[in-house]
């Protein structure tokens, strides 16, 4: 049976929110990493260094903070419409098909998306930025500057990497020609 007007449009609400969430959560991300990073080397005095990064990952936490609060509440909307909007019934467990195990891999690693997140944002971030602030004041050695800036790194990387890998697996479940069959 083909969807009202109504249920589609609130489809298209929710997906065009999940994606200017994911827009305003990953986008920055690639900012920071390729354009500020390499960028902010360049500046001379590590006192307006430190200030600008402080200010600036504030900001990204703002920016990231919305993105992700619109992820979560139009993904949450969408995986409760699942069934209703393709018609699955209630017959079908949500593992029998692809679109669920797909799922519960991306939820798996939105876990530990957010581990990556607040362990950057809350530990490794800010302590790069005082390893960096200390080293200018000749209070941190080279070593410790560069063992902050190294996990600092892996984690950027590996949120990336997993931010990226879950809007594949989005878009596995939105295909539906590949995700509504048997698992
Ligand atoms: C609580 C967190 C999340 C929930 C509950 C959720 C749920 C969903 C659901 C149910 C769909 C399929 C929509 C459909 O069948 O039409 C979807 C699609 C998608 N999701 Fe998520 N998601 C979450 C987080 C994320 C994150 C963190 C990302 C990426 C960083 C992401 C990227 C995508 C993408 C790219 C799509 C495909 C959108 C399209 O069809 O164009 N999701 N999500």
Redesign the pocket.
Known sequence: MANSDGANIA?II??WC??L??AL??GPQFFLALAWVPVSRGIADQSVRVDLMRKLTRRFLYLGGAG?FL??A???Y??SD?RD??NIGDDASFTSLR?GVV?II??NL?LV?LVALALHSFVVGPRLVDRIEAHAKGGATPAQLKSARMASMGLSIAGLLI??A??????M??T?DF?LRAS
């Open positions: 489809h929710a997906i999940h994606i969430g994911i959560f990953v992700l992820i979560v139009a993904g949450s969408l995986i699942w909007y393709y679109y799922f991306k939820m939105f998306l931010a990226l879950m809007m594949v697996l989005g878009v479940m939105n539906t995700s």
